[in-house]
C-alpha cells in the first residue's frame, strides 16, 4: 500500500530511504550539493539508535562504511564529485573484499574543485571503474524523487545480495529539488546471510568458540590465488550483467530518432519528445536506470530497427555514455550529441532545434 | 494544465524559496503533479534566491523552468533578470515596495501589488511573498485558495498553525490587487 | 608430564612471515594471550594494516579485517559503532599511523572511540625496504634519507603518544618496549590495561611499543636492541602518558558495575 504523497527533498528522500531499506550506519563528510543527505541522517539515526558520524574525511568516511561492511551491517555514504574522487580508494578496496555498501554521488560539475551545479562528468568515473583494479560497481540513475526513493531501497538489497558496491548516481538537480513522493507502507527489504562477517567468533554454552575465525581483506600476494580471485570477480559480474539491467523505453516502435538519456537529462527529453510530436517528428527514448550494467541489447536492437534513422545523446557533459551508446549501436545508425558543460542544463529548444536539424537530413 | 511553471525570486531571507513550497503544496493537495527547484550554492548567502515551480496533469519533464508562465518578482535584480524569461501571455508579478523600474514588456500581463507593504503591515516579511500568491492564485487558477488553506494546516506543524490565519489573510489581501 | 608452556589459541598458528630479530612477533603473541587470558577472543574483531604486519589478519585468531593504508582507524570506528559490546583493536606500525594515517589517528583519538590501537614504532617503513618514518630519529640513515636525517631538510620526528595524550578523547596511552623481560611483563599489562579501558567504556586505548627492525637498520636482533635502547629511548621515553592513575582494580570495578547494570537492563 502507497501512503498519500508527500513533497520532500531528493537528499532527504535518499536518506529516508536507506533508513527504511534497513540501514543504520551514515558515516559522511559535507560537500555541496549533497549535504541535507547528511543533515537528515545526523538527525535521524541517533532518534533511532543508528550510528552517524561525520568523519574527518571522505576518506575516513568510506573507511568507516567498509569496517560496518565488514562486520555485517548495512551502511550507506554519501557525497559529491570531489569528495566521490577521495573515495574511491576505499571504493576499490571494497570491490576488493567484495563487501556490500551503498555510496550515493549527487555529482557537480568539474573537473578539479569545478562548480556546484548539476552535471554528468562522473559518468566515466562512475561506470568503468573510478579506483584502481579491474572492478565493476552497480550503478544507478534515478529520474526522479519517487525513483531516488524506491532505487535506493532497492540498492540496499542489490549490494547484499552480490556483495557488490552499489552507486547511486545523481546530480544536483535531482538532489536539490522538491517532488511528491508516495512511501510504501512496507519496504521490500531482502535479508541475506553473511557469514562472511567479522563479528566475532562467538562462544557456545560449553565455552568453546562457536566458528572458525573470519578475515575480511582485499590482499592476495600470491598471483595465482589473486587470479583466482578477479576470475571469481568477472564472473560475479558476469551474473549481475545478465540478471540485473534495468532501462525504461518508450515510443521506439514508431520512432524515427532514439534520444538516450539518463536522469535528468532523460527528464528535459521528455518535454522535447511531447514538443517535437506536436510538429510531426516521432521521437523515442531509451533510459538507462542501471548504468552499469549498460542496457546495450535494447539500443542494438533498437538500432537495428528500420523506422530508426538515428540516435540522439543527451548528457550533461562532454559525451561520455555516448560511448557506451556508440559500441551497442555498432555503426548501425548514426548517434548524434548534445551536451551541456560547468552546471548548466540544456533547454528544451536547444534539444528540439537538434532533432529538427536530425530530422531534416543530419546537417547537426 | 501541463508543465504549468513558475519563478520566484527576490533576496536570500524574504521568504521566497518557502512562498515556492506553500505553491507546491497547494498544487499537489489538488492531486497535480508538482516540482520544487531552488537556486542553490553562493548565491544563497545574503544575495538573490529563486526558485522554480512547476505543476502538471502529466508527470513533470524538467524541473528546471527556462520559459515561465509566471514570474513572481519580489527585488528589482531578479525582475532585471528574469523579465525576460516570461512567456508572451504569461504574467509578471511586481512587488512595487521593492522595485522602482518598471516593466518593459507589453506582450505579458502585469500585476502591480506594494507586497512589502503588506509584509510591514502584518509584521513579518515572509507576508510579502505569501500575498503574491494570492494574486497568482487569482490571476492563473494554478491552484485555488482553498487548496492553499487546506495545505497549510496539512504541511506547517501545530504548533505554527496559529500562523495560518495571518498567511490567508496576506493571501486575500494579494488575491484582491488582482482585477 | 605437565605443560609449562604451549602455542597459544589467540594466534592461528600460521608461520610469521616476519624477519630473525623483529618484534612483530612479540607482539603479537602477547595481544594473542591477552585475548585467551581474557576471554575476549571470541568477541574481538582486530584491524590489520598495511606495512610489515599487513598479514597480521591471517595470525590473529579473532576475526580480522584488514584495511587500506592509514585508515585502520576509520574501518575499526565503522565496526565498533555496530559491536558496542565487542572489543576491537587496530595494529598498525609507524609509516601507516603517524603518516598516512595521521587524520584516522587523531581522530579516532579525539572522538573517544572505544578502540584499542597497538602502535608499532621501529622508526622506519619495514615493508617498502627501509625509507625513513615519521618516527626516524634525526640522523637516523634510511634509504630516503641516505645522509642521515636532518632536521632543516626533513623536520623532526613525531612523538605519537605525546601527542595523543592532549586529546581528550584518550583515556589512556602509554609506550613500552620488549628489550627485556621486564619490559615485555610491562607491554603485556599494558595491552591488557588497554583492553579493559575499551571495556570500561572510558574512550580510547593507545599502546605504542618501541621496536626493532634488524634488516632495515642494517644491524644483528641484539646489535639492534642495544641500538633501540641507546638512540630510541631517548627520543621516546618509556611510560603512560594518560589514564597512569587508573588502576586495574578501578577498571575491573567500572567494568563489573557495567555489566550489572547490562543484567539489570
Known sequence: ??????????????????????????????????????????????????????????????????????????????????????????????????????????????????????????????????????????????????????????????????????????????????????????????????????????????????????????????????????????????????????YEAFGLEDAEIVITAFSTCSRISKNVIRQAAEMGIKVGMIRPITLWPFPEDIIRETAARSNVKAFLDVELNAGQMIEDVKLAVNGQKPVYFHGRLGGNLPTQKEILDKIVAIHEGGKV | MIDFSIILAGFGGQGILSAGKFAAEAALYEGKEVSWFPSYGPEMRG??????????????????????????????????????????????????????????????????????????????????????????????????????????????????????PGNLAAFDKGAAEVK | MAIVFEKTEGLTGKPFHYCPGCTHGIVHRMIAESMVEMGILGSTVGVASVGCSYNSYEYFNCDMVQAAHGRAPAVATGIKRNLKDKMVFTYQGDGDLASIGCAEIIHAAARGEKICVFFINNAVYGMTSGQMAPTTLLGQVTTTSPFGRDASYQGYPINVAELLSNLTGAAYVERVTMTDTKNIVNAKKAIQKAFKVQEAGLGFAFVEFLSTCPTNWGKAPLDAMEWLKEKMLPQYPLGCFKGGDLTVAQLDEIIASKKAEEVKA
Not at chain 1, 562548480?115 to 544507478?140: E, M, S, W
Open chain 1, 1 to 246: 500500500m502507497a501512503q498519500k504523497r508527500v513533497l520532500m527533498k531528493g537528499n532527504e528522500v535518499i536518506a529516508e530511504a536507506a533508513i527504511r531499506a534497513g540501514c543504520r550506519n551514515y558515516f559522511g563528510y559535507p560537500i555541496t550539493p549533497q549535504t541535507e543527505v547528511m543533515h537528515y541522517m545526523a538527525k535521524k539515526m541517533v532518534q533511532i539508535g543508528g550510528n552517524f558520524v561525520q568523519a574527518e574525511s571522505e576518506v575516513a568516511a568510506i573507511n568507516m562504511v567498509y569496517g560496518a561492511a565488514s562486520a555485517g551491517f548495512r551502511v550507506m555514504t554519501s557525497s559529491s564529485s570531489p569528495g566521490i574522487s577521495l573515495k574511491q580508494e576505499g571504493i576499490s578496496y571494497i570491490a576488493g573484499a567484495e563487501l556490500p555498501a551503498v555510496v550515493v554521488n549527487i555529482v557537480r560539475a568539474g573537473p578539479g574543485l569545478g562548480g556546484i551545479l548539476p552535471a554528468q562528468g562522473d559518468y566515466f568515473q562512475a561506470t568503468k571503474g573510478g579506483g584502481h583494479g579491474d572492478y565493476r560497481n552497480i550503478v544507478i540513475a534515478p529520474a526522479s524523487v519517487q525513483e531516488l526513493y524506491e532505487l535506493t531501497v532497492e540498492a540496499f538489497n542489490l549490494a547484499d545480495k552480490y556483495r557488490n558496491l552499489v552507486m547511486i548516481l545523481g546530480d544536483g538537480t535531482l538532489g536539490q529539488m522538491m517532488e511528491p513522493v508516495a512511501f510504501r507502507d512496507e519496504e521490500p527489504v531482502e535479508t541475506y546471510d553473511k557469514p562472511w562477517a567479522c563479528n566475532g567468533r562467538g562462544y557456545n554454552a560449553d565455552g568453546k568458540l562457536t566458528r572458525e575465525h573470519n578475515t575480511v581483506t582485499s590482499i592476495y600476494i600470491d598471483p595465482d590465488v589473486l587470479e583466482v580471485k578477479n576470475r571469481e570477480l568477472q564472473d560475479k559480474y558476469e551474473i549481475i550483467k545478465k540478471n540485473e539491467v534495468r
Open chain 2, 47 to 164: 544575495g538573490t534566491a529563486n526558485c522554480s515551480v512547476v505543476i502538471s496533469d502529466e508527470p513533470i519533464g524538467s524541473p528546471v523552468v527556462n520559459d515561465a508562465d509566471v514570474v513572481i518578482c519580489c527585488n528589482q535584480p531578479s525582475m532585471e533578470k528574469f523579465e525576460s524569461s516570461i512567456k508572451p501571455g504569461g504574467y509578471l508579478i511586481v512587488d512595487t515596495g521593492m522595485i522602482k523600474i518598471k516593466a518593459t514588456r507589453t506582450d505579458i500581463n502585469v500585476i502591480e501589488i506594494d507586497a512589502s507593504g503588506i509584509a510591514d503591515e502584518f509584521g513579518a516579511m515572509a507576508y510579502g511573498p505569501i500575498s503574491m500568491l494570492g494574486c497568482l492564485s487569482k490571476a492563473t487558477g494554478c491552484f485555488s485558495r482553498d487548496s492553499f488553506e487546506k495545505s497549510l494546516y496539512e504541511v506547517l506543524p501545530e504548533r505554527r498553525h496559529k500562523m495560518i
